[in-house]
């Protein structure tokens, strides 16, 4: 295996000029270390930096767990995600997840495509949130009162009970009451999947704090803390 294509998830200094990248691959997630591409006549840095889709032609050292990097190429760019704050914010988060989990190169591909191309990068945002909450084994409870199993008057979300609470369950110290809307959205998008992401997307409408109750979810069930998420936060004023 000495050329691969994927995904850069992590790069950390590790002497003046070289990096150690944690790259998503058809074949898993691969330490590769790469020499010298901080160097400014490096031809590799624009194709090892942090959320690239490069194809790395590397040196096969079986002695090693870490390839060492040759040389890379471009495979694609994602041009939204570049050109709009929001997208590359979210982006950031989706790297930050890939990197905490054991998500596939296949489907970490889609959910950025997705990224790039659709019309509420929220919505596919949520998307993966719920996911990554279904994969760690955990299931929002979204179509009764998670604390007394009615289906009907559900008016808010109980974070430490990890689902809908109805009207004659609402305590207001401990739950955030939302909008019918609101409670549709999170509903349909912890019921979505990657593959009717459109018919996700034409029905909901997630926003920034749709995503944040997932975000907070995940923290307290997943263990996953995203720290990128909070640059996200400071955007919205100029959203
Ligand atoms: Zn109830």
């Known amino acids: 295996m000495s050329d691969f294509k994927g995904i850069v998830l992590t790069n950390t200094l590790i002497h003046d000029h070289d990096v150690l990248m944690n790259v998503l691959t058809p074949f898993g997630k691969i330490s590769m270390k790469a020499k010298g591409v901080l160097k400014t006549h490096s031809k590799n840095r624009n194709y090892t930096e942090v959320g690239c889709y490069s194809l790395f032609h590397t040196i096969d050292k079986n002695t090693s767990k870490i390839v060492l990097l040759k040389n890379a190429e471009m495979v694609k760019r994602f041009l939204n995600i570049e050109h709009d704050l929001i997208r590359k914010s979210i982006y950031s988060c989706f790297l930050e997840i890939m990197n905490k989990t054991d998500i596939c190169f296949e489907d970490a591909l889609q959910y950025i495509e997705i990224l790039d191309s659709c019309a509420n990068p929220y919505c596919i945002y949520a998307l993966l949130l719920c996911e990554v909450l279904r994969s760690s ?16 008057g559900l008016c808010a979300l109980s974070i430490p009970d990890g689902g809908f609470v109805c009207v004659h369950c609402f305590d207001q110290t401990r739950h955030y009451h939302l909008s019918v809307d609101e409670l549709k959205n999170l509903r349909y998008a912890a019921h979505a999947s990657l593959e009717n992401y459109q018919a996700l997307e034409a029905a909901s409408t997630l926003s920034f704090q749709s995503v944040s109750y997932l975000v907070e979810l995940l923290h307290r069930y997943g263990e996953i803390t995203l ?3 909070a640059f996200l936060e400071v955007l919205q004023p100029l959203a």
């Open 137 to 152: 084994g955990v299931s929002i409870v979204v179509d009764a009162c998670v604390l007394c199993s009615s289906e009907k």
């Open 227 to 229: 720290r990128s998420h």
